[in-house]
């Protein structure tokens, strides 16, 4: 596997595990309030876009090199 094909698989498999870290029934709705209340999402939310619109990027710019080699 070429390394633009790395870096996009593992993109897809971060994701899905984080979705599912968050779709896990035994962790209770105040626990998840706890962590999503957290200062570090206060302290991240100004780059949440920006850095959303860099991994979008970054997988256009892989998946344009791979087409083209």
Do not use: D, H
Request: glycine share 4%; with cysteine; proline share 3%.
């Amino acid at each position: 596997m070429t390394l633009q094909w790395t870096a996009v698989a593992l993109f897809l498999y971060g994701e899905i595990a984080v979705n599912l870290i968050l779709c896990i029934p035994f962790i209770s709705a105040q626990r998840w309030r706890l962590v999503f209340s957290w200062r570090i999402w206060n302290w991240l939310s100004p780059y949440q876009n920006k850095g959303f619109f860099t991994m979008i990027m970054v997988l256009i710019v892989l998946f344009l090199v791979g087409e083209f080699i």
